[in-house]
């Protein structure tokens, strides 16, 4: 066995030369591999931003420039997300679960504010406002989602002035963002009961002045894409993957759809009003990287149209349910203490009502309890299903809280769109699923 230190191993074995690319440390991955013939090569691809989407692991064995086997290894950005929800009251859960997928942080707070009202037994609770507020900004986030996946998966394929592009869009979906919630992500807006806070009227201005900008930015995208003979090459025909094969291992989201089933949680299992709204669900029968590209940009005109309707119906009235136990702390005001009481709060809670002072104690404390029971509530991410099971012993903390992330399912696609085909398509075939690490290692 020889070793060139820091690049390759070469040793002779009965099939042949075997090198393992980035040391001696391979050997064990070398030696649970099929040979493939006299010569063969293992290549570790990744962890790397972006071409892996930051902390993704591909361990590659390779024939040449083809791919004969993908293993993905995943794990590197593991937060320990769900567990530490058992440690916190069932309010302060959405301040945990916002960050797991951080490109669709509404998302993951409206998925679990959905499953604890459903043990809570208040979703019919939930006001009008409050529902169309969530509608409101999960399609902004889903449009700004997409933005990433479009803008990233072009840098990846060597067009990177889509790069430059669709981060300039999303960066004015975030500044909406900032105007309603005070953050630009994570921002733990929607909660238990309705949502944090109320839109402000400037943010309203803001979204009507997006929803005449945008559409003209998305042709744009197309005109410097979807023309362009490279994209094209790179794309049509790359990493295919049909209906039968993404329902065999649970893949959602637009990559179904690009394979031809208009398969939408908004529609088949409607949740937040959407039953109420008008919009169609884009599908493409191409299954590969191009269908799914047309199909996020398509999804993103759906958005806008949704958008437009929730920004139409919102009348005025309470963002959050009337139950006080629940309610708090999103209905007090801020006041000098810095912690979200006003003067009128503490002044009748220390002076005035005993009562009231043990219920405000208890609040902060501990949080409402939830009654025992389990729930499993999905909604329909920019990824594909997401769904929320969540457990209640009848406490005030969750004894379980466990996630069906979109990411972590979609990527076992990713050695049925890779292997048979060419190295340099790993890239578009794993851009293509829109894997967020985050939301997948949770």
């Not at 790179?234 to 209906?243: E, H, P, Q, S």
């Not at 709060?345 to 009231?356: D, F, T």
């Not at 406490?395 to 049925?416: D, K, M």
Request: glycine share 10%; net charge negative; aromatic share 8%.
């Amino acid at each position: 066995m020889t070793t060139t230190p820091g690049y390759a191993t070469e040793r002779e074995t009965e099939e042949g030369r075997v090198f393992t690319v980035t040391g001696g440390d391979w050997d064990t991955v070398v030696g649970a591999t099929d040979p493939i013939n006299d010569e063969r090569i293992i290549v570790n691809m990744g962890p790397q931003h972006p071409s892996t989407h930051g902390v993704l692991r591909l361990v590659l064995e390779l024939e040449g420039e083809t791919v004969r086997e993908v293993r993905s290894v995943i794990g590197y950005l593991h937060t320990g997300i769900e567990k530490n929800l058992e440690y916190r009251n069932w309010v302060q859960g959405s301040t945990f679960v916002t960050r797991m997928d951080y490109l669709a942080p509404i998302f993951n707070e409206t998925a679990y504010s959905l499953a604890v009202e459903k043990l809570l037994g208040i979703t019919d609770e939930i006001t009008e406002r409050a529902n169309t507020i969530r509608v409101l900004m999960m399609e902004l986030n889903r449009i700004a989602s997409h933005l990433v996946w479009l803008a990233t998966t072009g840098m990846e394929l060597g067009a990177i002035s889509i790069m430059l592009y669709g981060f300039r869009e999303r960066e004015y979906i975030l500044d909406i963002f900032e105007m309603i919630t005070g953050l630009r992500m994570n921002m733990a807006y929607v909660r238990p009961g309705g949502v944090a806070q109320d839109v402000p009227d400037e943010a309203i201005v803001k979204i009507r002045e997006f929803l005449k900008m945008m559409p003209k930015k998305l042709k744009e995208y197309e005109d410097l894409l979807s023309g362009q003979p490279i994209w094209v090459e790179r794309t049509k025909n790359v990493a295919v993957l049909d209906v039968t094969g993404c329902v065999a291992l649970g893949v959602t989201g637009p990559v179904l759809r690009s394979a031809g089933l208009a398969w939408d949680l908004r529609k088949t299992m409607p949740y937040c009003g959407y039953e109420t709204y008008e919009f169609d669900v884009p599908t493409s029968n191409d299954g590969d990287v191009w269908g799914r590209y047309q199909v996020r940009l398509a999804e993103m005109r759906e958005s806008l149209k949704l958008v437009e309707q929730a920004v139409d119906r919102l009348r005025p009235g309470p963002v959050m349910v009337a139950n006080k136990k629940i309610a708090w702390p999103a209905q007090l005001a801020i006041g000098v203490d810095g912690m979200g009481n006003s003067l009128e709060h503490v002044a009748k809670i220390m002076g005035q009502s005993m009562e009231s002072l043990i219920h405000h104690f208890k609040l902060v404390t501990e949080g409402f309890r939830v009654p025992p029971g389990q729930v499993y509530v999905a909604i329909e991410g920019p990824r594909g299903e997401l769904g929320a099971h969540a457990v209640s012993d009848g406490g005030t903390r969750p004894y379980r809280v466990h996630y069906r992330e979109p990411s972590f399912v979609n990527l076992q696609a990713l050695p049925a769109i890779s292997e048979g085909g060419l190295i340099a398509d790993v890239i578009a075939g794993g851009a293509s699923l829109d894997p967020v690490m985050g939301g997948c290692d949770r």
